[in-house]
């Protein structure tokens, strides 16, 4: 019986990075939370523990505070990029490099005017993303974010589904539609004004979501792909994870009142998880751009 080495990467995950740019008073913070992983000629490694082309773990963290240090990280693709090439070009045996950072928003605390100088507040629990991989020469970088919660108090329905011996959700016309937007999406070449065209996505699916009649959440994530990628000619697809997050309207009869689509529970779980891709006909794919993102 004949056993082998599947594809297989290594590194350090989640290294939690925060530089401060103390060049002026007026200081400016970055939050990021970085792994890396490499592959390449590691078949020895595995099948003997020859440790000849097994850059460490630890190594591949240092680096990540080294090259914060040694020129600002800047935006996070561009951190992204530096570190996968880097990783790529000197490491023996090494042909292939997965950089992902998470970046977390960070607001001054509002002091008099223009906010202080070296207090800051977490803005909110979203996160922008981006996943970079190196093979070879070949650079893609994937952009996103996370845990963007939106909610609409109308303009959503959902009615017309197949109903069965199970089926016991009453069809409406009016609905609260909320959910926490994950979205990543693919950019076609690095030459791109990445902080630019991260906030013109985000605005683009944003309205997106506001502005479409919703008849379905799988309806509202077309809309809000499409319109990313009308708007965008250097992006090539968009996915998107859409958990449904129920709001459940309170029988208040027994009380005596009427509920006039005014007073809900807010489920935490179950919920409903709409995932999809919205993508350019014409462009091919690139699974290597998507392996190992945890999301659809
Ligand atoms: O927008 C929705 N899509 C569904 O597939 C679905 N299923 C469900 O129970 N509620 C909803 N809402």
């Known amino acids: 019986m004949g056993i082998s080495m599947g594809p297989n990467q290594y590194g350090k995950a989640e290294v939690r990075l925060v530089t401060v740019d103390r060049s002026t008073p007026r200081h400016s913070i970055k939050d990021l939370n970085v792994s890396s992983a490499l592959r390449g000629d ?11 082309n097994c850059l460490p773990t630890d190594t591949q963290k240092n680096t990540v505070y080294a090259f914060a240090k040694e020129q600002p990280v800047g935006e996070i693709e561009d951190f992204a ?15 292939g490099a997965r950089v992902l950072i998470d970046e977390y928003a960070w607001q001054r605390i509002p002091v008099e005017g223009t906010g202080h100088d070296h207090s800051f507040s977490r803005a909110h629990d ?13 650079a893609h970088v994937v952009s996103g974010l996370k845990d963007l919660v939106v909610l609409k108090s109308t303009g959503s329905e959902f009615w017309g589904y197949p109903k069965d011996e199970y089926t016991t959700l009453p069809e409406t016309t009016d609905r609260i539609l909320s959910t926490a937007v994950t979205a990543r999406w693919r950019y076609l070449h690095t030459d791109v004004d990445w902080a630019k065209s991260f906030e013109s996505v985000r605005a683009t699916m944003l309205e997106a979501f506001a502005t479409t009649h919703s008849l379905a959440l799988q309806q509202s994530l077309h809309a809000m792909g499409k319109a990313a990628l009308e708007a965008h000619p250097e992006v090539a697809e968009v996915r998107l994870s859409l958990p449904n997050k129920h709001h459940f309207l309170v029988d208040l009869k027994p009380f005596g009142l009427e509920n ?27 699974p290597m751009a998507w392996y190992s993102t945890a999301e659809f």
């Open 81 to 95: 990029l530096r570190l996968g090439r880097h990783f790529v070009s000197t490491a023996e045996g090494i042909t």
């Open 42 to 52: 590691l078949d020895a490694v595995h099948l003997t523990g020859d440790n000849g």
């Open 126 to 138: 979203e996160k922008r993303t981006t996943a970079v991989t190196i093979d070879g020469d070949q």
């Open 260 to 286: 006039d689509n005014e007073v809900f529970f807010a489920a935490d779980r179950p919920y409903g998880l709409i995932e999809g891709v919205v993508r350019r006909d014409d462009v091919p794919e690139a």
